[in-house]
């Protein structure tokens, strides 16, 4: 019997970007609320031939969280940045939010996790919008920062299949972590 990769991710953004949305939209389950602004889900996938689980973990963006983020993000692998493209304020956080990853992750895994890059609500886009050009720029800056690809996905989190992201991140983890199964 194979054994199950068991990898913990963080979904990263400010409030109102869609991201309790993209977990239930995926799990397909409302989550597990443990208190007001953390949010835990589970994934279960095969991926070539492998049963994988993916837990998922959100935390609210607001300032009252902030002295439990580094305990709350540490063993995760992968990093979901999410942004609101109407919503210019929520691009321009996005680096504190991958700061405060990275610190809390990278004693531990030296740099060995996988970041996706999305850019939510699509469906909404008009000229006050970010263009799609600013999520792919970021993407390639934080590719060249991390010394491997970091794919970035314009999506609407409630209207499209999701499932090739979470395909892709399966693969980038596998890549990562395989001499360690």
């Not at 963006?61 to 979901?80: A, D, M, P």
């Amino acid at each position: 019997m194979e054994k199950r990769k068991l990898y913990k991710i963080s979904v990263i953004g400010e409030n109102g970007v869609g991201k309790k949305t993209f977990m239930r939209k995926y799990t397909n389950t409302d989550g597990q609320e443990y208190n007001a602004g953390m949010n835990f889900s589970i994934k279960r996938l095969n991926f070539d031939d492998q049963p994988i689980l993916f837990q998922f973990f959100e935390m609210s963006s607001s300032l009252r969280f902030e002295n439990i983020k580094t305990i709350y993000h540490q063993g995760s692998v992968c990093l979901i940045l999410i942004f609101d493209i109407c919503n210019v304020e929520s691009f321009s956080r996005l680096h504190k939010h991958l700061s405060t990853f990275v610190d809390s992750v990278q004693d531990t895994y030296h740099n060995k996790f996988c970041i996706i890059l999305i850019g939510n609500k699509n469906d909404k886009r008009d000229e006050t919008c970010l263009p799609v050009d600013d999520g792919i720029k970021y993407a390639k800056e934080l590719s060249e920062w991390l010394g491997r690809e970091v794919p970035y996905y314009d999506v609407s989190v409630e209207n499209d299949d999701l499932e090739y992201i979470f395909l892709d991140i399966a693969k980038q983890l596998g890549q990562l972590f395989e001499s360690d199964h």
